[in-house]
């Protein structure tokens, strides 16, 4: 399994732009990457999914370069309720997964 | 609604009496799996399941069983619960295939044993 490095945490002001990124050296061919959000004591959620380029939707884009080696989830103009751990997965499939301790987020107003 | 469903939410037990916190999807997904989450380490994947019948241990399984005799089902056994076993529980599922989709989770069983 591909080992991830992220930041530990990070802080932003509401409207801003935040950028996580995501360091994976080892991934493999197969392997996808994969952002959850996290409030606390909640489960983990989806929030995008891609194997290489840019991947958008609704909530938030993924930008990964051409060696894959690294992956940025990109948060546009974020808000108080962003404020979360988000986390970076890489596999190419959830048999054996880690979700490692993410990135907090905490957004000032 | 699509949901994964675990009970209890909130358990207070003591040393050595077994317990189970269950697990329900409503998904027909074949993967489900369980997570324990620890402050400063993150959520660490107890055990998963690919199918009915099929389990594996993930990164941290001593002290716990599982079974998965229905797709639906995912229950989490603690034979002989410690207090090192107290922590916050999530299940999860989702589809299985080449590409990895979405993980669904519940919302959490937090465990505390004294």
């Known amino acids: 399994l591909a080992k991830t490095t992220q930041p530990i945490s990070m802080d932003s002001y509401e409207g801003q732009e935040v950028n996580i990124t995501c360091s994976h050296n080892?991934?493999?061919?197969?392997?996808?990457i994969t952002w959850y959000q996290q409030f606390p004591s909640q489960g983990p959620r989806f929030i995008i999914q891609?194997?290489?380029t840019k991947v958008t939707n609704e909530v938030a884009s993924l930008f990964i370069p051409a060696d894959r080696k690294s992956s940025t989830l990109s948060l546009p103009r974020v808000s108080l309720s962003d404020t979360a751990v988000y986390y970076c997965?890489?596999?190419?499939?959830?048999?054996?997964?880690?979700f490692g301790t993410g990135t907090k987020l905490q957004v000032i107003p | 609604e699509a949901q994964v469903t675990q009970n209890p939410r909130y358990l207070i037990t003591v040393t050595g009496k077994k317990l189970t916190v269950t697990c329900s999807q409503n998904?027909?997904?074949?993967?489900m799996s369980w997570y324990r989450q620890d402050p400063g380490l993150g959520l660490r994947q107890i055990y998963y399941?690919?199918?009915?019948?099929?389990?594996d241990k993930g990164d941290v399984p001593e002290g716990y069983k599982v079974s998965r005799k229905e797709k639906r089902n995912f229950p989490l056994i603690l034979e002989s619960p410690s207090p090192n076993q107290t922590s916050l529980y999530f299940c999860?599922?989702?589809?299985?295939?080449?590409?990895?989709?979405?993980?669904?989770f519940g919302e959490g069983s937090r465990l505390t044993v004294l």
């Open positions: 999860a599922s989702s589809l299985w295939g080449e590409n990895t989709g979405e993980l669904f």
């Open positions: 080892n991934i493999a061919t197969n392997d996808y």
């Open positions: 891609g194997y290489k």
């Open positions: 997965l890489v596999s190419g499939g959830y048999q054996k997964v880690t």
């Open positions: 998904m027909n997904h074949e993967y």
């Open positions: 399941s690919m199918n009915v019948e099929v389990t």
